[in-house]
């Protein structure tokens, strides 16, 4: 029988277990305001939950600019000839009709037309895409990539992502020197200048509000960090957490999987399996 002494010297030993050790190329901005210290795990990430008050974070989504780091979600970059035929062939909605510069909101599923998971496709020239989503997909879509002239591959520790959210979005972006930004229609996307390289903006959220996301290699990712931040400070700018994306994003009813419904891949009992 093990002693309780035993038993507490194995849990310290074992606790680097539960630690959340990945961090996103944000992670020293978030730590540096992260007043609560509630975090949840998004894909292994340490994420923010809340970083100052759930509920002021809300309202800067809704009167402000909130900033939030999308970078642990799921990114592809899907890239060849045959790229529009193929995501025409996984996704559910018409691949051909997605323009250069554009983005739409799908979903795909397995072999019995059981949903696997949504997301966003971004078109970002007549032969690349990149595919966001909320879980990894790696190896079926190599699977179906099969006798398609394309290449998959996995950006999610490449590519720091931010969502920029609320009424003054616009003008921090404006005040930031993204000239041009104010021809984004909701969906659109472009490229701009940043730190020696390019951002890509686009004008899609998860909060019902106005505003942006911006994807950024990962080496320029403070920089773009810190630009929006002075930029912003007049225009009440504040980072975010989880919490209060949530409650925006219930109030514009967008859905996530495996909260809104079960994933294929997640679903033990055939009741909890879902078509589109």
Same mark, same amino acid.
């Given at each position: 029988?093990?002693?309780?002494?035993?038993?507490?010297?194995?849990?310290?030993?074992?606790?680097?277990?539960?630690?959340?050790?990945?961090?996103?190329?944000?992670?020293?901005?978030?730590?540096?305001?992260?007043?609560?210290?509630?975090?949840?795990?998004?894909?292994?990430?340490?994420?923010?939950?809340?970083?100052?008050?759930?509920?002021?974070?809300?309202?800067?989504?809704?009167?402000?600019?909130?900033?939030?780091?999308?970078?642990?979600?799921?990114?592809?970059?899907?890239?060849?000839?045959?790229?529009?035929?193929?995501?025409?062939?996984?996704?559910?909605?018409?691949?051909?009709?997605?323009?250069?510069?554009?983005?739409?909101?799908?979903?795909?599923?397995?072999?019995?037309?059981?949903?696997?998971?949504?997301?966003?496709?971004?078109?970002?020239?007549?032969?690349?895409?990149?595919?966001?989503?909320?879980?990894?997909?790696?190896?079926?879509?190599?699977?179906?990539?099969?006798?398609?002239?394309?290449?998959?591959?996995?950006?999610?520790?490449?590519?720091?992502?931010?969502?920029?959210?609320?009424? %003054?979005?616009?003008?921090?972006?404006?005040?930031?020197?993204?000239?041009?930004?104010?021809?984004?229609?909701?969906?659109?996307?472009?490229?701009?200048?940043?730190?020696?390289?390019?951002?890509?903006?686009?004008?899609?959220?998860?909060?019902?509000?106005?505003?942006?996301?911006?994807?950024?290699?990962?080496?320029?990712?403070?920089?773009?960090?810190?630009?929006?931040? %002075?930029?912003?400070?007049?225009?009440?700018?504040?980072?975010?957490?989880?919490?209060?994306?949530?409650?925006?994003?219930?109030?514009?009813?967008?859905?996530?999987?495996?909260?809104?419904?079960?994933?294929?891949?997640?679903?033990?009992?055939?009741?909890?399996?879902?078509?589109?």
């Amino acid at each position: 029988m093990t002693s309780p002494v035993n038993n507490a010297a194995r849990t310290t030993a074992q606790g680097h277990f539960r630690t959340l050790r990945l961090g996103t190329p944000f992670q020293p901005r978030i730590d540096a305001v992260a007043k609560t210290q509630d975090w949840y795990n998004w894909a292994g990430y340490r994420a923010p939950h809340s970083l100052w008050d759930e509920e002021l974070e809300y309202f800067a989504i809704r009167s402000q600019a909130a900033l939030f780091d999308i970078s642990p979600m799921t990114k592809y970059r899907i890239e060849g000839p045959d790229a529009e035929a193929f995501l025409d062939r996984v996704t559910l909605r018409d691949v051909t009709k997605l323009k250069p510069g554009r983005v739409h909101y799908t979903a795909w599923c397995d072999d019995e037309g059981f949903v696997l998971d949504d997301g966003t496709l971004f078109r970002l020239s007549p032969t690349r895409f990149r595919l966001c989503s909320q879980e990894r997909h790696l190896p079926w879509l190599l699977d179906s990539a099969i006798g398609f002239e394309v290449t998959v591959e996995e950006e999610t520790e490449n590519v720091a992502g931010l969502a920029l959210q609320g009424p %003054t979005s616009f003008a921090v972006l404006r005040e930031a020197g993204f000239a041009g930004v104010e021809k984004l229609k909701i969906f659109d996307l472009a490229e701009f200048p940043h730190d020696s390289g390019t951002v890509t903006i686009s004008r899609t959220g998860f909060t019902g509000d106005l505003g942006y996301e911006l994807f950024v290699p990962a080496e320029k990712a403070l920089s773009l960090w810190d630009r929006l931040m %002075t930029a912003g400070e007049l225009r009440g700018i504040r980072a975010i957490g989880y919490a209060a994306l949530n409650r925006a994003r219930l109030e514009a009813g967008l859905i996530v999987a495996n909260a809104d419904f079960t994933t294929a891949d997640h679903a033990i009992r055939a009741d909890r399996l879902r078509m589109p």
